[in-house]
């Protein structure tokens, strides 16, 4: 298996940075910038967890020393290496980017990397007075990024010819709404540590996003050959993880306590990550079996 | 003109001469396996194992047949693993499809994209490294030879030269085994992905062989991917966003301003 546990990792993190960043941008535009510090929060969070995400990658690649070439390459000729018979190689001296926009993960990886300089900037000078207009249309292009963000991870695993993943259709949105999902649990859980109040309608707003999220699946899971997901090696973790755990229990929570304690809504905020970081393992490993 | 190879499976008996020269060519090591009951041996194809003869078995008219593929990177015109390759390791060397090895991070992305399952990252039990796959021995086709499958095979299965005469030889070859009763012979490779540059004259559909019958370019349709990740987005943020914050943030203002009045 060629993409483990770290794959999925990066799967989920990128994917609920993204869609806390997502979920706090609109939050806070639709009820008149009241939640700017929820908003801040999201892209310090993002930097630091995309970083450590980052560094993740580059362990998990078979050649991590050479992870720059996703960046630079030199010249427009290759070298020719036949192992045993050695290299032919031109180049030039000086470095090009490696700008591929038909490749998702190169995409992925510019737009991972440009996330973490905006979001540094936003995080260091985004509350400097001279620097507020750049801020705000920065913080806008963040909201874009956002978004590709999201659609990333989805994209990266349809363009490729593995079963369940391969050219699918509704992987992408299947992500997304898991991403923003995963993304409003992380915001739960950073008011709840910064003891600041989410509107009560905002567990409503998950629990739509949580619907659409399943018909996203059960297309998923009817349109592709997904038996080793519903029937075969992984069932255990789907149907515990993503269905019991995921679904069932922050349903019932929802259903019985319309006003949920702190506590109850923290299980909640968990569960909603735990279904996410399952529901993107099983798929990644299924796609590979 | 493009050079071209033409595997006529018919013809093939499975002895593996093909994937032995491979092998010592390449000075690829060995692989340490274990017998699963199956001629098929390493059970598939690796960094360390370039061309590997499937033994398929398939029941046709009630009787078992073997169905051999020697397989390995069919070279694709339109090659998924070079789009898809992040640091344009993967890249077109003339006709040949080859992964620079100084190029390669080792991420996998070849292997998941290409159609036959061909690039390969690590041997089993070794450290992932970098992907490595059949460079369609370029060098030495470059220098005038055959590939060294192409040159060692016992039975005539290879056919090596100018893509248009290869066609022709693989057309006239289909027509032979059609009038001797395979009515369903046909040549794999001519359209599929732009033209593959490793051919196939077949007596059966692809899929006895292990063979996609219409393999898929990788990202043939990743715009659409992105516009309908794009879209969703714009759903989740009309639907549960818009339509529950923005939608009681006015009728909250316009109550308020109700009561004013």
Redesign the interface.
């Known amino acids: 298996m060629t993409w483990g546990l770290g794959i999925s990792i990066h799967l989920l993190l990128s994917g609920m940075v993204g869609g806390a960043f997502f979920a706090a941008y609109l939050l806070n535009n639709f009820t008149g910038g009241k939640y700017k510090d929820l908003l801040r929060s999201t892209i310090s969070v993002g930097v630091v967890l995309v970083i450590l995400d980052t560094i993740l990658l580059i362990l998990d690649l078979g050649k991590p020393f050479r992870f720059w070439h996703l960046f630079f390459s030199f010249g427009s000729s290759h070298s020719l290496i036949v192992p045993g018979m050695g290299a032919a190689t031109l180049r030039s001296e000086w470095p090009w980017l490696t700008i591929l926009p038909v490749s998702p993960m190169a995409v992925g990886t510019w737009v991972l990397t440009l996330w973490v300089v905006i979001g540094l900037f936003l995080w260091v000078f985004g509350r400097m007075k001279p620097l507020l207009g750049l801020a705000g249309f920065l913080t806008k292009v963040y909201f874009v990024m956002a978004i590709l963000i999201i659609s990333y991870t989805g994209v990266f695993l349809s363009a490729t010819n593995q079963p369940i993943w391969g050219g699918s259709f509704i992987l992408p949105p299947l992500f997304v709404v898991s991403a923003v999902a995963a993304g409003m649990a992380l915001l739960v859980l950073i008011s709840r540590y910064k003891k600041w109040e989410l509107p009560p309608i905002f567990g409503r707003s998950l629990l739509i996003l949580t619907l659409i999220e399943v018909l996203f699946l059960i297309i998923l899971l009817v349109a592709s050959p997904s038996g080793v997901i519903v029937a075969g090696p992984l069932s255990f973790s789907f149907y515990v993880f993503v269905v019991l755990i995921g679904l069932i229990v922050p349903f019932v929570m929802a259903l019985r306590n319309k006003n949920m304690a702190e506590r109850a809504v923290l299980i909640f905020a968990w569960c909603v990550l735990i279904r996410e970081f399952f529901l993107r393992t099983v798929i990644l490993y299924g796609g590979q079996m | 003109m493009a050079k071209t190879m033409l595997m006529d499976l018919s013809k093939c008996t499975g002895c593996r001469g093909c994937q032995v020269a491979c092998k010592q060519w ?3 090591e060995a692989e340490k396996t274990h017998n699963r009951g199956t001629y098929q041996n390493p059970p598939e194809l690796s960094s360390a194992t370039w061309k590997l003869v499937h033994f398929n078995e398939a029941e046709v008219n009630k009787k078992v047949r073997w169905f051999f593929l020697p397989k390995q990177c069919l070279h694709c015109k339109d090659a ?1 693993c070079v ?7 993967a ?1 077109y ?1 003339g006709e040949f499809v ?1 992964i ?10 070849c ?5 036959f ?1 061909v690039p390969h ?2 041997a089993p039990g070794a ?6 796959k059949c ?1 369609f021995c ?2 030495r086709v470059t220098n005038g030879l055959p590939p060294a499958c192409a040159k060692t095979c016992p039975a005539g299965v290879y056919t090596f030269g100018e893509r248009k005469d290869v066609v022709d030889t693989g057309k006239q070859r289909v027509e032979a085994l059609r009038s001797l009763g395979h009515t369903n012979a046909l040549l794999y490779g001519e359209h599929e992905l732009g033209g593959l540059h490793v051919m196939a004259v077949l007596t059966e559909s692809p899929t006895y062989y292990g063979l ?1 019958k219409s ?2 370019y ?2 043939s ?2 715009l ?3 516009l ?6 714009g ?3 009309a ?4 339509f ?3 939608r ?2 006015e009728l909250a203002q316009k109550k308020q301003a109700g009561g004013e009045k």
């Open positions: 390449n000075d690829l998924s789009s898809v390759c992040p640091t344009k390791a890249h060397a080859v620079d090895q100084s190029l390669c991070i080792g991420c996998g992305y292997g998941s994209a290409c159609p399952g990252l690590e450290h992932k490294g970098s992907a490595r460079t370029i060098d996609p393999p898929r990788a990202t349709t990743v659409g991917h992105w309908s990740g794009v879209v969703t987005a759903i989740v943020a639907l549960p966003f818009w529950l914050f923005k009681k943030e």
